[in-house]
């Protein structure tokens, strides 16, 4: 398996802090020791129209936890109304599989609310979350168990490579890099919620009641120490991505107002640079109008560069205000992440069932 390299507050080696004062039993994988008491473990499982994946992920997860048994697994997927026939592949699964719990929302409620809430409702010790593309590969869950035996509150999987296309890549590598630089927090690079979250930093999330969350700026915004572990992501074989412009765009825009005020203060400083220098050039249009009065025309080029400049950039600052005040209003709604449309397998006895987010709506 991959070294476990740990990182705290973002810094490539540094300590992680006090380890977990909980006496927790060391994992051995195939050895068939089994500690006095096993811990619970749920994974959590978003999908949407994942019908040509889940068989598969089921399957590799299946070998994956039976090879630990000194942990009790919960597999709770979550699907987003999906329009394929994903919803009968797991009703299929959860009747062979006593290990398997099933959400399916009334609707689709976006790709962030969707995982989040499967997240909060999640039981157990610690919950790890992972997409059903197979781009997340199942083998990490015992180092992210390692990891999390040896004291971090948070595993995070990084990605150090992607089979995806080069020019998306380095997209979102620059993106990563501008979200970075401008945060109030040391955010991660290349990283997609893909990890293990402890019971305790599951509970400071919940405690953020935020309707609309950006969970791997959670990671380092909320200070636990964390460890990293990088992946090769594979490329995906089968069935359709469910990223496209809106859905990055919406991420990145997330990112940025969700740790970040520099924009808005990049903005009041643009409108004060720009307003100095429209002064100083009309001050400089008239004094040469003064002193060559005859032979210096004005001109309509300058005032139509100028109108058409000042128009645009207005335009783009009302933008930036416009991503903050929208961020503002999916605050102050509070509406709750999702919906249940039904609930099936597994009896899901969590700490979420009661909290405001997740009202009572599915069929028990």
Wanted: net charge neutral; with cysteine; glycine share 8%.
């Amino acid at each position: 398996m991959n070294d476990v390299p740990e990182r705290g507050c973002g810094r490539e080696g540094a300590d992680t802090g006090p380890r977990d004062a909980r006496a927790r039993p060391e994992i051995a994988p195939g050895t068939g020791r089994e500690p006095a008491e096993r811990r619970s473990v749920t994974i959590v499982l978003p999908c949407y129209n994942e019908a040509a994946n889940v068989d598969e992920l089921h399957e590799r997860l299946g070998r994956v936890v039976d090879g630990l048994p000194g942990y009790e697994f919960l597999l709770l997927f979550i699907d987003n109304a999906s329009t394929d026939d994903t919803v009968a592949r797991l009703r299929s699964i959860a009747a062979t599989d006593a290990r398997v719990s099933v959400i399916v929302n009334a609707r689709n409620f976006g790709h962030i609310r969707s995982p989040y809430h499967a997240l909060m409702e999640a039981p157990g010790e610690c919950v790890v979350m992972m997409c059903t593309d197979l781009q997340d590969p199942p083998e990490l869950v015992p180092d992210f168990l390692r990891a999390w035996e040896a004291g971090a509150a948070m595993v995070v999987g990084q990605k150090k490579s992607s089979a995806e296309s080069r020019g998306l890549w380095l997209a979102r590598s620059a993106f990563y890099r501008i979200a970075r630089s401008i945060a109030d927090v040391d955010l991660l690079e290349h990283v997609t919620g893909f990890g293990l979250y402890d019971r305790r930093a599951i509970e400071i999330m919940r405690s953020y009641e935020d309707p609309y969350p950006y969970v791997r700026g959670m990671i380092v915004d909320i200070g636990l120490p964390f460890t990293v572990i990088p992946y090769d992501q594979p490329l995906r074989l089968r069935g359709l991505t469910k990223n496209n412009f809106f859905t990055l765009y919406d991420m990145a825009m997330l990112g940025f107002t969700s740790h970040s005020r520099l924009p808005l203060r990049l903005a009041t400083m643009a409108g004060f640079a720009l307003a100095t220098l429209s002064l100083a050039v009309a001050l400089a249009f008239l004094a040469l109008k003064l002193t060559f009065w005859d032979v210096f025309p004005a001109g309509y080029a300058p005032a139509v560069i100028g109108v058409f400049f000042l128009g645009s950039l207005q335009i783009f600052l009302i933008g930036v205000l416009g991503e903050y005040v929208g961020a503002v209003l999916t605050q102050v709604r509070r509406r709750p992440w999702v919906v249940e449309g039904d609930r099936f397998g597994r009896p899901i006895d969590g700490p979420g069932r009661h909290s405001r987010h997740a009202p009572e709506t599915g069929k028990p």
